[in-house]
């Protein structure tokens, strides 16, 4: 079951019957989510399978700007009015995007509503803005804007026409919760996969070394960049092919096409899938840099290298030393 028409496909290694994994899909957060577990029997992994994907519509319904009655909603309703109080969850999610914030200089930013809409129509379709209708915007974005109070566990909005969007770690950080509901049932060898951008692995299927992924071309879907193997650590990726979706708040604007796509490797995947979107708007030297200070953090980037959609160069950031290369 390989997706080459993603920027992450599971590799076919991993899904060999004799290998003893179970597979099981569902729906959320706008995209499929794929669990594939080995070690157990196949209705303990149902069970647990459905325990794991629980939680993910249980964040969802936190999470989501689209539910009207989330955290996230009521946080961007009451903006410029005062905190309110939410949940754990969502509390923990707006922290780490608060760090990725200051640790990016502002290149992941999930306050850019008021830049996508300057931006994009409903459709998605690019605009051109006025200078005064990018100023404004520009106001009304920028997570500096968010207050926080661990101990009365509220979040705050300082100022109107500014709202919140976790879309850009919101998917990681389930991936995240989902492993922590596996390994409450004793589940130690698994494979989470969002929407084949966002991926988190447990332990391998026994004697792998790892679970075996992909990187796909997305100009040329059929043409694999990388492969790679994933043990114990979460991978997010993010591309431009698909349109003007990511925003730089630093410019103002859609991010340049620098790069064609970019892949992070972290701990968890909540920083995994938020750091792909900010390496997409960050230049080169900065993802050098920010690798080099993060140590757990390493990443790949397509970058064009000629005239043609199939030609790109590979540029890696830290350490991969476990992948295995793939002539193109």
């Not at 080459?4 to 994994?21: E, M, R, Y």
């Not at 349109?243 to 790069?259: K, L, N, Q, V, Y």
């Not at 064609?260 to 230049?283: K, P």
């Amino acid at each position: 079951m390989e997706s080459v028409q993603a920027p992450i496909s599971i590799g076919d290694t991993a899904l060999k019957p004799a290998c003893g994994i179970h597979t099981f899909s569902h729906g959320a957060m706008g995209t499929g989510f794929e669990v594939y577990i080995s070690g157990v029997s196949d209705t303990y992994a149902q069970q647990s399978a459905q325990a794991g994907f629980a939680e993910l519509d249980r964040l969802e319904l936190e999470l989501s700007r689209f539910i009207e009655n989330s955290d996230v909603s009521r946080i961007n309703n009451f903006a410029g009015k005062g905190p309110i109080e939410i949940g754990a969850d969502t509390f923990e999610s707006l922290e780490t995007a608060l760090r990725l914030f200051r640790q990016t200089d502002g290149a992941f930013d999930i306050t850019i509503g008021a830049l996508r809409d300057c931006w994009q129509d409903k459709n998605g379709t690019l605009l051109n803005p006025s200078r005064e209708q990018i100023e404004l915007a520009g106001r009304c974005t920028g997570s500096n804007l968010i207050r926080l109070d661990s101990q009365r566990h509220t979040a705050q909005i300082l100022a109107e026409g500014v709202n919140i969007d976790l879309g850009g770690i919101g998917k990681g950080y389930a991936l995240d919760k989902m492993a922590e509901v596996f390994k409450q049932w004793g589940i130690s060898s698994a494979l989470i996969n969002g929407g084949c951008s966002s991926v988190l692995a447990l332990n391998p299927v026994h004697k792998q070394k790892g679970w075996p992924l992909s990187f796909s071309n997305m100009s040329a879907p059929k043409q694999i960049l990388r492969r790679v193997y994933l043990n114990n650590c979460a991978l997010g990726s993010s591309s431009l092919e698909y349109g003007p979706h990511i925003f730089d708040s630093r410019m103002a604007r859609p991010a340049e096409r620098t790069s064609r796509a970019v892949w992070v490797r972290s701990a968890d995947a909540a920083s995994a899938d938020a750091l792909s979107t900010a390496f997409m708007v960050m230049s080169i030297d900065e993802i050098n840099e920010y690798c080099k200070k993060n140590t757990k953090v390493s990443a790949i980037a397509a970058i064009p290298k000629g005239d043609k959609c199939t030609d790109v160069q590979l540029l890696t950031f830290g350490n991969w030393n476990t992948d295995t290369p793939v002539d193109t």
